[in-house]
């Protein structure tokens, strides 16, 4: 557990669903059918981060209520020795449940899976499961990294003399997005008909990259990021039917509305 004022819990309807669900006799309802569902999950996860964003629309489209544990990197709250007890790497989202911590998003996202099987977001079926994690993994291994790198430029103001290498990225960037694009103009969903983990590693990188895309510094340098959304617009749909899912406000970083 990470020292107290060094994790804010906020005060979110993920708690509050969560409290609701406990004292309302959920569990004897059967809707926590286990000892092992019937613990408390606690997210803790950054606002902005693309990783932390897959685990609470996961758990949001699972209707799974867990307490929010909101890391605030400018503090270093996930460098304390606590945290780090969680995850070595020092980085978020971080799953506990009970005595377990389970860290990486991908892995949290397939535990509360066994868990809460349902809604299915890793396929019923081999051809299912083996759709749903080549895009996860094109996702992570192709788009993921180039997200990356522009974070690592443009919010750190690291561009000047990079200009050349960071118009390549943003270029290699729209490249992966048109190829999802083109994916999600022959199906309502990235790797099924219906919604799965897929969908949920690619939306939050892609909202980063178009956020990343407004700065002005992006702008500045031509990167051609600030309307993927709009001039994709495969990309667009898709993207408003997972806005549309309910809960999903509460999933939307905090400090981008500010
Ligand atoms: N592969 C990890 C990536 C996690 C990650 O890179 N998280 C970032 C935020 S998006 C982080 O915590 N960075 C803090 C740091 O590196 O100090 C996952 O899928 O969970």
Not at 42 to 61: I, K, N
Not at 103 to 126: M, Q, R, V, W
């Amino acid at each position: 557990m990470v020292a107290g004022s060094a994790v804010h819990a906020v005060a979110s309807r993920h708690r509050r669903f969560s409290r609701c669900c406990w004292r309302s006799g959920a569990v004897a309802a059967g809707v926590c059918h286990s000892y092992e569902t019937a613990m408390a999950y606690e997210v803790y996860w950054g606002s902005g981060s693309p990783y932390s964003w897959r685990v609470l629309l996961a758990f949001t489209v699972k209707q799974v209520p867990f307490d929010s544990k909101l890391v605030q990197f400018s503090r270093g709250d996930h460098k304390t020795s606590e945290f780090l007890k969680m995850n070595p790497r020092g980085r978020v989202p971080v799953l506990k449940h009970g005595d377990h911590v389970v860290y990486e998003s991908n892995a949290i996202l397939s535990y509360i899976e066994k868990l809460h099987p349902t809604p299915s977001l890793f396929g019923d079926d081999a051809v299912e499961t083996a759709a749903i994690w080549q895009t996860i993994s094109e996702v992570d291994s192709y788009l993921c990294p180039l997200q990356e790198q522009l974070v690592a430029a443009v919010f750190q103001d690291d561009t000047q003399g990079r200009e050349d290498e960071l118009r390549g990225v943003a270029e290699q960037v729209r490249a992966e997005i048109a190829l999802h694009d083109a994916r999600l103009a022959e199906s309502r969903y990235l790797a099924l008909a219906r919604l799965t983990a897929a969908d949920l590693a690619l939306y939050p990188t892609l909202m980063l990259i178009g956020r990343i895309g407004t700065r002005a510094s992006s702008r500045q340098l031509g990167l051609g990021l600030e309307n993927l959304r709009a001039s994709h617009p495969n990309v667009e749909r898709w993207a408003r039917m997972i806005e549309s899912l309910p809960g999903y406000e509460d999933t939307y970083p905090p400090h981008w509305r500010r």
